[in-house]
T-cell receptor, first 108, second 115 residues
Framework: QKEVEQNSGPLSVPEGAIASLNCTYS??????FFWYRQYSGKSPELIMS????GDKEDGRFTAQLNKASQYVSLLIRDSQPSDSATYLC????????FGAGTTVTVRA | GAVVSQHPSRVICKSGTSVKIECRSL??????MFWYRQFPKKSLMLMAT?????????EQGVEKDKFLINHASLTLSTLTVTSAHPEDSSFYIC???????????FGPGTRLTVT
């Protein structure tokens, strides 16, 4: 399994701010990544897939992939209290390997 | 699209009994389904990979005789926890892929409590 390391968190941001989450990976062969969101006591939910270098935007979420620097990030714009959850960065592979993720708390 | 259901959502059973959890892909056919377990405040841990019509592949440390997995159709996989003990109490979650890529879509999970 290809591992990624989430190197930000826990993260507390005020409502309306930008939450920035980052991951680094060591396997240069990694091509694409998923971002999952998991609310406390719930199962994970796929929120973004990113397959190519650059930015991918979906509503208030922007995923960024930089293969040269081997990092993946997720930006949450205009953060809302409902965004408070654990965010999991996962390498696109047959078997997904989930780490501890980054817990985000949005303060009202 | 890509909806996965699980049943039951919660179950309480006595030590020594068996519990069956069902996982269904509702709007797609899932060649592969995955079973995970998550203890409180811990990471999601893969237990086994289930392919339709064949035996499940278990992760290291997961007892295949205790956690029986059956993937009888392209929309249904079941996990049976046999002779459950209190240490088996956990949140069991299944996932399925649509086959177009490696994205996994998760069911809502089953919270098992063994008394």
């Amino acid at each position: 399994q290809k591992e990624v390391e989430q190197n930000s968190g826990p993260l507390s941001v005020p409502e309306g701010a930008i939450a920035s989450l980052n991951c680094t990976y060591s396997d240069r062969g990694s091509q694409s990544f998923f971002w999952y969101r998991q609310y406390s006591g719930k199962s994970p939910e796929l929120i973004m897939s990113i397959y190519s270098n650059g930015d991918k935007e979906d509503g208030r979420f922007t995923a960024q992939l930089n293969k040269a620097s081997q990092y993946v990030s997720l930006l949450i714009r205009d953060s809302q209290p409902s965004d408070s959850a654990t965010y999991l960065c996962v390498n696109n592979d047959y078997k997904l390997s989930f780490g501890a993720g980054t817990t985000v708390t949005v303060r009202a | 699209g890509a909806v996965v259901s699980q049943h039951p959502s919660r179950v309480i059973c006595k030590s020594g009994t068996s519990v069956k959890i069902e996982c269904r892909s509702l709007d797609f056919q899932a060649t592969t389904m995955f079973w995970y377990r998550q203890f409180p405040k811990k990471s999601l841990m893969l237990m086994a990979t289930s392919n339709e019509g064949s035996k499940a592949t278990y992760e290291q440390g997961v007892e295949k005789d205790k956690f029986l997995i059956n993937h009888a159709s392209l929309t249904l996989s079941t996990l049976t926890v046999t002779s459950a003990h209190p240490e088996d109490s956990s949140f069991y979650i299944c996932s399925a892929g649509t086959g177009g890529g490696y994205e996994q879509y998760f069911g809502p999970g089953t919270r098992l409590t063994v008394t």
